[in-house]
């Protein structure tokens, strides 16, 4: 079963620090992974795609890299701010000619002025 | 730069009536999905449309039904609707899925059902 799961659950950082979500999955043939940021009651708002031949993306303040062999992919947020306070979601696409994606629980992100 | 349009908002119905949602995907987007997320739930995968063909189908009860239209544009027919069928409705677009384009969402509609 191709399942997506997303550590930890939720985090409460000081602005300023630099922090690393987690998203791993069970089936490393995956076609790409998207991160998306979600505000409380609002949509999905895209972040970083990385398809399965990348490494790692850059956004700004946000990298994301992915580690097929492991099933891992990890979004770095440097320098955080309380803007950045929001659910971090990860959802994967993979290769079984399906489009749709599987997401995790998301990480809630809550960033202390 | 356009966004996927989602209508109504906001929608409240009650047990066993029927309900309509409304997506217009970015333009020269082909393909439109439609996401449930329940209260604290991850969004989970409905149905999926490339070039107004079903191309995927999730965990959509047989009580919903979809399609899209010649101008892209998709509704979701929600009836005999139950309680749990309350939560935010996401319809998302992208390009031709096979190039593996990012997949943009809209804001989402929310059902709450009484």
């Known amino acids: 079963k191709q399942e997506v799961t997303q550590i930890p659950a939720a985090l409460s950082v000081p602005e300023g620090e630099n922090l690393v979500l987690n998203c791993s999955f069970t089936d490393s043939a995956i076609y790409n992974l998207q991160w998306f940021r979600q505000d409380p009651g609002k949509g999905l708002t895209s972040l970083l795609l990385i398809q399965s031949s990348q490494r790692e993306q850059t956004s700004g303040r946000l990298n994301a890299s992915l580690d097929k062999s492991s099933g891992r992919s990890t979004l770095y947020i440097a320098a955080s701010q309380p803007g950045d306070s929001a659910t971090y979601l990860c959802a994967v696409r993979y290769w079984d000619s399906s489009y749709k994606l599987i997401f995790g629980s998301g990480t809630r992100l809550l960033v202390r002025p | 730069a356009a966004g996927v349009i989602q209508s109504p908002r906001h929608l409240i119905k009650e047990k066993r009536e029927t309900a309509t949602l409304k997506c217009y995907p970015i333009p020269r987007h082909d393909t439109v999905y439609w996401y449930q997320q329940g209260p604290g739930q991850d969004p989970q995968f409905l149905i999926s449309?490339?070039?107004?063909?079903?191309?995927d189908k999730g965990s959509i009860p047989d009580r919903f039904s979809a399609q899209q239209f010649s101008d892209y544009h998709s509704e979701l027919n929600m009836s005999s609707l139950e309680l749990g069928d309350s939560a935010l409705y996401f319809c998302a677009s992208s390009p031709d899925p096979s190039s593996g384009n990012t997949i943009y969402f809209g804001e989402g509609s929310w059902l709450t059902v009484v």
């Open positions: 449309f490339y070039e107004k063909m079903q191309s």
